[in-house]
């Protein structure tokens, strides 16, 4: 990931000038809400894809960086709303907003960066990459529901799992990439490599992230390990767990999450259960092979350091887990 | 209103068409909660003026239909999100869709709309039109903060109040005719003569609205009346009120709107205050001036039965208070 963070050092310069120029409104409490998730920084995966994905293509680069600043705000009020809808405390190392300045605000800011981030599209003049945003973000809100109504059901199966993690996290990472490209004039066969690319990156971070709430530390992830739990959000490691304990823990597991009595206790036992199981190195091994399917994608794109700086991303999604 | 409802019929069953395709998803409460909130239909009102914006420029209709109901998607959005922020208990006449699925639920679903919203005018291939919607969403949001930060403050004076029904009703309002317009090809002038009638359309409708909430019924609303007195929120016809009891009522409205605390025989009192102090027709007076000049931006347009129909409406816009 240094690498290709060193390598957009530029590019994503211009990309954190334009958010924060954008996030600014007469409303005082909008500017300092959005700052305040916006400057935690988080990692800006998504709009150093869509600056990496129109180098990877060699395009132009104004277009693309509008695209990136973008795509950050759709996804910061992804977050906003995410947060609210599921209580969550913390956000990117921080507490997180509507604990500081309510639901209320919270859910109009994101509606304010959702909108904003349409202006910027406009901006661009590309129809098409404003399409492809416009496509993922109802995606996303489609995963989110699913997600939703689906979240404490044990019965749920691994490819409805698989559904709402491409939806709710791969879709913006291939919409990213896909809207780098097209904003930097790249041809057809590009435009699909680079989405196919950012499509199984995002399935390998996403299986990555819900590997580490059992395998890793709250520092690693940003926010509170144990948060999926605590939620009775099922994922693929608990899935994994609950299949492989099959006869053994059933009680444990329909108590904790089809009937939702969950103690730090039970947490840290479900912990046990899913890594003594192996459940989270098979997350992580599933998380490895969408990196090698994101690798794969990239061959058709000439050979650059861009293109070696993502192929170097795909194998840090999985390997953060230390 | 009848008048212009009838003739945009044909239109608006295209609309209502396509509102009802688009709000489709494979994720079974999407539609659901869409439905709950669309069918009951409410005026329309927005949907209605783009397309008989189109209609009084005598452009294409093909396009405004498709913006309309992406306006129509941007105002349930923000609907489904403010009765989530109000705590709204009525929409409509029906019981608030948040209170069926949930406040989750519902703030996805309203991205959902926004999303589709935007799918739906990337399909015109009209760019300005993108931009005149983004921005009024933008302005939308910002209104809706501004008021969630002042709206307990007495102190609130008549120009803020001004602003923010500005933002948040009459800038949807104002878009929506622009974009219209600009979707049936109208030259620059029919365009910002649209976009000044719904400007001061949306002005006169948001303050009747203000009015009946403590001079109409609850049938009349569709939604509670007195809503805006129990959520403490400050509207033209209690500044009003405040201003003309000045040194009588100071410590009635100083404990039930900026303490808070508000009983049934409150809500009970302030009525009184505010008709007896003439200030719900005194917040009529002031729509009735929007109106005109309303009335006023058409007479540019050529001699339709569409200029009179928008006439109409704009009378309609605060007689509709009996």
Chains 1, 2 share one sequence.
Request: net charge negative; proline share 2%; glycine share 8%.
């Amino acid at each position: 990931m240094d690498t290709l963070v060193a390598l957009a050092a530029m590019d994503m310069a211009a990309v954190d000038a334009l958010i924060i120029d954008r996030m600014q409104s007469n409303v005082p409490v909008i500017p300092l809400l959005a700052e305040h998730i916006v400057s935690a920084g988080g990692k800006r995966l998504r709009p150093l894809l869509t600056v990496a994905a129109a180098r990877a293509a060699k395009g132009e680069i104004e277009n693309p960086v509008k695209l990136a600043a973008a795509v950050e705000f759709i996804h910061t009020a992804t977050l906003l709303h995410d947060d609210v809808v599921d209580g969550s405390e913390r956000r990117r190392g921080k507490v997180a907003a509507h604990l500081i300045w309510g639901s209320a605000t919270s859910v109009l800011v994101g509606d304010f960066l959702f909108a904003r981030s349409f202006e910027l599209m406009v901006e661009t003049g590309e129809m098409r990459a404003l399409g492809i945003l416009a496509r993922a973000s109802a995606v996303i809100a489609e995963g989110e529901v699913l997600q939703l109504t689906r979240a404490h059901d044990l019965n749920l199966d691994q490819a409805t799992y698989l559904k709402i993690i491409s939806a709710k996290t791969a879709e913006l990472f291939a919409a990213a990439a896909e809207a780098g490209a097209v904003g930097a004039g790249a041809d057809a066969e590009a435009t699909a490599a680079l989405r196919a690319y950012g499509l199984n990156l995002g399935l390998a971070f996403q299986l990555a992230d819900d590997a580490l709430d059992y395998g890793g530390t709250s520092e690693a992830l940003g926010k509170n390990a144990g948060d999926d739990f605590r939620e009775g959000k099922v994922t693929l490691p608990l899935l994994l767990a609950v299949a492989r304990t099959k006869g053994r823990e059933d009680a444990f597991w329909d108590r904790t999450i089809n009937k939702g009595e969950r103690s730090e206790d039970d947490f840290r036992r479900a912990r046990e259960l899913i890594i003594g199981t192996g459940s989270v190195s098979g997350t992580l091994d599933a998380a490895g092979d969408y990196a090698d399917l994101a690798k794969a994608a990239l061959r058709i794109l000439p050979d650059t350091d861009w293109r070696d700086a993502l192929e170097k991303l795909a194998d840090f999604a999985v390997s953060r887990v230390a």
